[in-house]
């Protein structure tokens, strides 16, 4: 059978956007009426068809019910624990506590510089601080449990004096617990739950919000020639059957955040897929994240091999997200970012 996938599109920002809206020419994302959009993209795997929302009312019975239904998803304001997203993005810093991270490996896991890097980056501006003691870098080999606890305990243990959200980036249901006893409020599991088969009963006995997220293979294999059938509605599939899964499983909280994993299991054309129509997650109806900071696609577009001068790219990558209504993104450079966000939502948002 035939299925359709619906992504919005064409947006409109402030001013624009509320006078769109009172016109009923556009439709507000996620309740909020300084973005909105007034296209939607019907997709199937053999074509795609962009119609204006005042042309829905043309469309086939089918395809009018699909759009109809969806529209009421994405229109629904988003919410999770602890976050407010009327003034999005957010931004989520990362402490990477490895010696062998992509970017940052070794940086920051001596002594209390994972701290003082937790504390740099939330006077910086960021409300959700993400914790990981394992690197999943591409060709990362498993690392053992007891090594990746011992590299994250100490920091975890002080980084809740900071009054932030602090997320666990671990793969492993053993350190889930662990991190839980520590106060953690969010596990952001790359493997999307698949590498422990503890991981969903341990999100369920909790009640603790997480992040799903996609990676084709595993960071030892994902990056040996990557292929999907069509990479975006793979994506949204897989999104779609994990959450039946863990609704299956008995969790019904919806403090979950989608990531579609820019670079795991994917190559520079995948990845720009994904990014390029990002919106379609949005009619899934969670809050979506995105990890852009510093990746190699920036170099393979930019033609710059050191991940520390990726800045640029990190920026633009991230405002081309918060454009499209993108609320989280996962970011390094705390700073530069933040900046970004706040001359792009002065010019474009008045």
């Given amino acids: 059978m035939l299925k359709y996938y619906t ?9 624009s956007s509320k006078e769109k809206i009172k016109k009923k020419i556009a439709i507000p994302l996620n309740n909020d009426n300084a973005i909105s959009f007034d296209s939607i993209e019907i ?19 089918k395809i009018k019910k699909k759009i109809k239904k969806d529209i009421i998803t ?15 993005p957010i931004l989520m810093g990362v ?3 490895t010696p062998d991270s992509f970017s940052d490996g070794g940086k920051y896991n001596k002594k209390n510089l994972g701290f003082h890097h937790a504390n740099f980056l939330a006077n910086k501006g960021c409300e959700i ?43 492993k ?19 999307g739950l698949s590498y422990d088969k503890n991981t969903i009963n341990t999100l369920k006995k909790h009640n603790i919000p997480f992040v799903i997220h996609h990676m084709l293979g595993t960071p030892k ?51 720009m897929t994904i990014l390029s129509n990002i919106s379609i997650f949005h009619s899934l109806g969670f809050p979506i994240m995105l990890g852009l900071s510093r990746k190699r696609f920036i170099k393979d577009i930019s033609g710059n091999n ?11 990558s991230s405002l081309y997200a918060m454009s499209q209504g993108v609320q989280i993104l996962r970011v390094h450079d705390v700073n530069e970012v933040k900046q970004g966000i706040k001359v792009f939502k002065y010019l474009k948002f008045k």
Avoid at 178 to 186: S, T
Avoid at 254 to 270: A, R, T, V
Wanted: charged share 30%.
């Fill in 7 to 15: 992504r919005v599109c064409n947006f409109h920002f402030g001013r």
């Fill in 43 to 61: 997709i199937t795997r053999k074509n795609k068809k962009k119609i204006h929302i005042k042309d829905i009312k043309k469309q086939s019975f």
């Fill in 74 to 88: 994405v229109k629904k304001k988003k919410f999770f624990k602890g976050l407010d997203f009327s003034n999005f």
């Fill in 95 to 97: 402490v990477n506590l």
């Fill in 129 to 171: 601080i993400d914790i990981g003691g394992e690197s999943t870098r591409p060709g990362a080999k498993n690392l053992n449990k007891i090594i990746e606890w011992r590299r994250v305990s100490n920091t975890l243990k002080k980084v809740k004096k900071l009054n932030k959200l602090i997320s666990l980036d671990t793969r």
């Fill in 173 to 191: 249901s053993w350190i889930m617990e662990k991190g839980i006893k520590n106060k953690i409020n969010i596990v952001n599991d790359v493997s």
């Fill in 221 to 271: 294999n994902m990056q040996r020639y990557p292929k999907y059938k069509n990479v975006l509605l793979d994506i949204y599939d897989f999104f779609e059957t994990k959450i039946k899964l863990i609704r299956s499983k008995g969790i019904k909280h919806n403090n979950i955040i989608l990531d579609p994993g820019i670079g795991f299991g994917k190559n520079l054309k995948h990845n």
């Fill in 306 to 316: 050191d991940s520390n001068e990726r800045i640029g790219g990190t920026i633009s």
